[in-house]
């Protein structure tokens, strides 16, 4: 199994949309998340920190389930712009990322 | 305003060839890191630095070496390019110690004929 994995999608949601995405880990002991989003050709830059009470900016939610292993990423609202590939890192470790389209 | 840049944003060498991909970072940060990002495969640790003069392995590092002389800059040293090392190249750096938001240059697409 790989340390970090996520759905790659295409996720395909109309504007307006709730969408979440989940990002399943193997190793119990790290302390570190990340959400990075990647647009078309550019780097990933960071979009949130995952923190253990859970972590919110704006539309975007982000949690820790430490029980089940995974950290999840919910956007409220999807705007066109949100369309990017998401990364999630758990220290130093990237998933392979998933891939939004917020469609007109 | 925070700033990774790297050396080529597209590079072509031949099998066999010494390449050298270079980052600087005007943050002064501490930590540095080297990635590659393959479609299907995400992003993979190659090499990181958490200081002048010091290197860590990542995930994948044979084939590479680094050099950290300056705590700014951080190169990446392929000695003998091969083919399977055509990728995108990503540099990184992060502030303080643990794991920490990075900051990512905006890449190298290299290309090994």
């Known amino acids: 199994r790989k340390e970090v994995e996520q759905d790659p999608g295409p996720f395909n949601v109309p504007e307006g949309a709730t969408v979440a995405f989940n990002c399943t880990y193997s190793n119990s002991a790290s302390q570190s998340f990340f959400w990075y989003r990647q647009d078309c050709r550019k780097e990933p830059k960071l979009l ?3 923190y253990s009470s859970g972590n919110e900016d704006g539309r975007f939610t982000a949690q ?3 029980a089940s292993q995974y950290i999840s990423l919910l956007i409220r ?3 066109l712009s949100d369309s990017a590939t998401y990364l999630c890192e758990r220290a130093l470790t990237f998933g392979s990322g998933t891939r939004l389209q917020v469609q007109p | 305003d925070v ?3 790297q050396s080529s944003r597209y590079l072509v060498k031949r099998t066999g060839e010494k390449v050298f991909l270079e980052c600087v970072q005007d943050m002064d940060h501490e930590n540095m890191f080297w990635y590659r990002q393959d479609p299907g495969l995400g992003l993979r640790l190659i090499y990181f630095s958490y200081d002048v003069k010091m290197k860590e392995k990542g995930d994948i590092p044979e084939g590479y070496s680094v050099s950290r002389e300056k705590k700014e800059r951080f190169s990446l040293i392929l000695e003998s390019a091969s083919t399977n090392q055509t990728s995108m ?5 992060s502030a303080g110690t643990g794991v920490n938001e990075q900051f990512f240059g905006p ?5 090994v004929l």
């Open chain 2, 3 to 5: 700033k990774v840049t």
């Open chain 2, 107 to 111: 890449g190298t697409r290299l290309t």
């Open chain 1, 64 to 66: 820790l389930n430490r």
């Open chain 1, 48 to 50: 949130m920190s995952v």
């Open chain 1, 77 to 79: 609202d999807s705007k």
């Open chain 2, 89 to 93: 190249y990503l540099c990184a750096s």
